[in-house]
Structures are given as C-alpha cells and as structure tokens.
C-alpha cells in the first residue's frame, strides 16, 4: 500500500492568490497556482487543485459557506487523506467555525491565507500553504476539527481570530495559544483537541438573517430595536462577562420576548461569560433570567454563524446555545 498522501487544495480567494493589479479589479488566481512546484512540495504528498470560489473574504457570504462545505465535503468523500482551503484573512476564523458546523472532518482540514500577496516583498503565502499541507497530511489532526495553520502554527477552530490587522504574525487564540505547530516538514501537537464537537446535528442552506450588536458606552435600546426589526435573530457582544446597558437589557428582552432569539456573547477576546454574579437591569443573571441564550466563550462573528446555521437546520437556539455557565460545547 502506498504512504502517499493525497490532499484536495481548495482556493477561495483572498491576498494570498491575489494576481497583480490591474485597471480591472482585483483578480485572484486559482489552486493551480497556488500548488507547490514538485521540487518544493513537501515529500509524499499528491496535491488535488481545486476552485470553489475567487474573492475577497470581505465579500465571503453565508451562501459561500454552504458552496465551500460542500466541496470539502465532497473531497472527503473522493478519499482524500486531507483538505486544505486557501482563503483570505479578514473573514478565515469565520469560515474554519462555519466549516466545523458544517462538515463532518474526519480528515485534516486546514485553512490558511497570507498578509502579503504574492508580488509582495517576502510573500508568507507559500509557506504558509506548504506548513498547511504538512498539517493536513497527519492524520492525527483530524480529531482537532477544522484548524487553522499560519506562521507555522496550528490553531483550533473555536478559539482562532485575527490579532493582527497587518503583520504577518496575524493569528492567534487568546484562550489557550496554538495547539501545535510545523517544523521541518512535520506536525507537532502540543496540547489534546477540544472538549465535544461544534458540528450541527443537521444542517441546510442559510436561509435566516442574523444581525450583530456590538455593545458599548451609550449604546442604548434604541439600536437594538432598529436592527431586530430586519433579522431573525440577534446576536450581541455585550460588555465583560455579559452585561448590557438597562436600556439596551429591556429592549433585548422585549425582542425575545416578541419571539427572536437573542445571544448574548463577550466583547472581551477572552474568557467565559458568568451565570449569577451580578444582578440588576441589564446584569447577565437578568438576561439569562429573561431567556436570552448564551454562547459560552464563541466570539460574537462565530456564535452569529451558529445560530445562522442552526436556525436555518429548523434547530431551536435553547439546543444550539443550552442553558449552562460553561463554554458552548
Ligand atoms: N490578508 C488578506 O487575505 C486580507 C484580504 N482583505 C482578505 O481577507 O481577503
């Protein structure tokens, strides 16, 4: 039997495929270009170029997500030993979550971009594929889920998000750091994969609208009442460990109550949000009191891609965010 390795190379777009700039607008080459050349590809592994999409991850929509999960479902079931999806920065942390939603990973999936496009002085772009190959070939990644591989690192799904809005040191996972990294053309796992699953019990194409609060010094009900009115349901990033402003607090109430969920998430970058420590309007115990949802230690952008999904898969909130002070699981 041969040890060979053969992993799909799926390009989506971003800096990292970039094609020089022209009048036009911005162009991105496809996987073709992005596959190492045989004498810089990394021993033992056959790789699969593959298109599923050619944009800025800025324009990345939920309906690109679905169109990405499918193809990487559809190369697990060609018998890929490993996916690796190429991708732009801004929006990647997003995609890795919507992946781990929607695809049963039972190889290596790894995602990765590049700070510098390729006709950059010192463009990462390349490394950072051939690190992301390395990775995907080990198939003692695929229990980690989807990850993310930058700068040599290996970052989890659920935790990743972009630190940095230039350097090339971009990523990282405030929580619990890299659970591992590439040296030498091989992976190094450090630390054990993440407690449970994020994959969704059932899943269809995006078909509900979420919106996003950010919360703030004087941000009051008001907002909230405006964007509620044209979405399904809402997702804030509330101050600390979940707390809102009164006024923002009882218009949140009054929108879950008319029947939208409403899920409560940090603006903090690290960690959990509380269950019973402070009271009064606005405090997380009258929040969780009044049926708000709670997503555990997701980022406001991932938790919004939950209940997208979720809700979309006709999966109630209270079962995609259950009542509990730990970490969404
Ligand atoms: N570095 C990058 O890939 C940034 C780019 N704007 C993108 O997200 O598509």
């Not at 999409?53 to 679905?66: A, K, V």
């Not at 996916?83 to 995602?111: F, I, K, Q, S």
Request: aromatic content about 4%; some cysteine; overall charge neutral.
């Amino acid at each position: 039997m041969s040890s060979r390795r053969s992993i799909a190379l799926i390009a989506t777009g971003g800096t990292i495929s970039v094609a020089p700039p022209t009048a036009d607008a911005q162009r991105h080459d496809g996987a073709g270009a992005l596959t190492p050349h045989a004498d810089a590809s990394p021993e033992g592994i056959d790789v699969v170029p593959r298109d599923a999409l050619s944009s800025s991850s800025r324009r990345m929509t939920p309906g690109d997500l679905w169109t990405l999960a499918t193809a990487v479902t559809e190369e697990i079931a060609h018998g890929r030993d490993g996916v690796v999806v190429t991708h732009g920065t801004d929006t990647l942390e997003e995609t890795v979550y919507a992946l781990g939603l929607l695809v049963d990973t039972r190889v290596p999936v790894v995602l990765t971009g590049a700070m510098r496009s390729p006709h950059l002085a010192g463009p990462d772009g390349p490394a950072n594929v051939r690190a992301a190959l390395v990775a995907a070939a080990d198939p003692a990644l695929a229990r980690y889920g989807p990850t993310v591989v930058f700068q040599d690192e290996v970052h989890v799904a659920r935790l990743v998000t972009k630190l940095h809005s230039t350097r090339v040191a971009a990523f990282g996972s405030p929580a619990a750091g890299p659970v591992g990294f590439v040296a030498e053309d091989r992976l190094e796992l450090l630390l054990g994969p993440p407690p449970g699953t994020d994959l969704l019990a059932r899943t269809g194409p995006p078909r509900t609208r979420v919106g996003l609060l950010h919360a703030a010094t004087g941000i009051d009900g008001s907002a909230a009442g405006t964007i509620a009115s044209d979405v399904d349901a809402l997702v804030v990033a509330a101050l600390g460990a979940g707390h809102v402003s009164p006024s923002l607090g009882e218009a949140l109430v009054r929108i879950a109550d008319a029947g939208k969920p409403v899920v409560i998430t940090s603006r903090c970058p690290d960690g959990a949000l509380l269950s019973h420590t402070y009271g009064g309007a606005g405090s997380e115990t009258e929040l969780r009191r009044a049926g708000l949802h709670f997503a555990g230690m997701l980022s406001a952008p991932k938790a919004r891609l939950r209940t997208l999904f979720g809700l979309s898969a006709g999966i109630p909130a209270g079962d995609l965010f259950p009542a509990s002070a730990r970490p969404a699981r």
